[in-house]
């Protein structure tokens, strides 16, 4: 077996632990014991699955027209929650 396959195994046999947690009323501390897995172990492959099941959210970004006499080299993003970027030269 190579490599690139014992990777995918390794993925669905953490991976499905993983998922049997979820579904137990376990602490991760108590599952680990419980499954004789290391915590670390279990945290690196929680991660792992954790952004696997993210999902990327495409917001749409509405630019205001501006007069030709107002045009500028920089743009400006206010996001909720108050978090501003500013990009261009200012």
């Known amino acids: 077996?190579?490599?690139?396959?014992n990777l995918s195994q390794r993925h669905r046999q953490m991976y499905a632990l993983i998922e049997k947690y979820q579904n137990s009323p376990l602490s991760q501390k108590a599952f680990c014991q419980q499954e004789d897995l290391?915590?670390?172990?279990?945290?690196?492959?929680l991660k792992k699955y954790r952004r696997s099941q993210q999902t990327a959210d495409f917001i749409p970004m509405k630019i205001n027209e501006r007069s030709p006499q107002k045009q500028s080299n920089w743009c400006?993003?206010?996001?909720?929650?108050?978090?501003?970027?500013?990009?261009?030269?200012?």
Request: glycine share 10%; proline share 7%; aromatic share 18%.
């Open 1 to 5: 077996m190579d490599d690139q396959s």
């Open 38 to 45: 290391p915590l670390s172990t279990f945290t690196y492959w």
């Open 76 to 90: 400006e993003i206010e996001f909720p929650g108050g978090i501003v970027v500013r990009i261009g030269r200012f």
